[in-house]
């Protein structure tokens, strides 16, 4: 496994993690010091700000699951999949992220967009 997916697929694991210790030892490992989290709802930078978003989210939605709903495409340090949350089997939302990683495999920034686009 190239480092970038080992990386993307920690992160992943830290949104279905609720043990603070194991949470903030997968953050570490994949995202760089100073990550940069954009979504709808979010705009932030560093570990500690992802790791406070995770728990507020985590807290909203007790029990989501959080799953790659695709493939992963890559080219240079980029990276783009989908995504879904579900609850007891049902979508609650599904979405597109674009990842940036250094050389390294670390997520250095995360552009999270919700739902489908239109065609």
């Given at each position: 496994m190239s480092a970038h997916m080992e990386k993307l697929d920690q992160m992943m694991s830290a949104w279905n993690t609720t043990d603070a210790s194991k949470k903030?030892?997968?953050v570490?490992?994949?995202l760089e010091h100073n990550v940069?989290?954009?979504d709808p709802n979010h705009n932030i930078i560093g570990r500690d700000a992802f790791?406070?978003?995770v728990d507020e989210v985590q807290s909203q939605v007790p029990g989501a699951v959080?799953?790659?709903a695709s493939d992963i495409g890559v080219q240079n340090n980029f990276c783009r999949y989908h995504w879904a949350?579900?609850?007891n089997d049902k979508l609650l939302m599904s979405g597109f992220d674009v990842t940036e990683v250094n050389d390294a495999g670390k997520i250095v920034k995360v552009i999270g967009f919700f739902g489908e686009l239109d065609r």
């Amino acid at each position: 496994m190239s480092a970038h997916m080992e990386k993307l697929d920690q992160m992943m694991s830290a949104w279905n993690t609720t043990d603070a210790s194991k949470k903030a030892a997968l953050v570490a490992s994949a995202l760089e010091h100073n990550v940069h989290f954009v979504d709808p709802n979010h705009n932030i930078i560093g570990r500690d700000a992802f790791l406070n978003m995770v728990d507020e989210v985590q807290s909203q939605v007790p029990g989501a699951v959080y799953s790659r709903a695709s493939d992963i495409g890559v080219q240079n340090n980029f990276c783009r999949y989908h995504w879904a949350i579900h609850l007891n089997d049902k979508l609650l939302m599904s979405g597109f992220d674009v990842t940036e990683v250094n050389d390294a495999g670390k997520i250095v920034k995360v552009i999270g967009f919700f739902g489908e686009l239109d065609r």
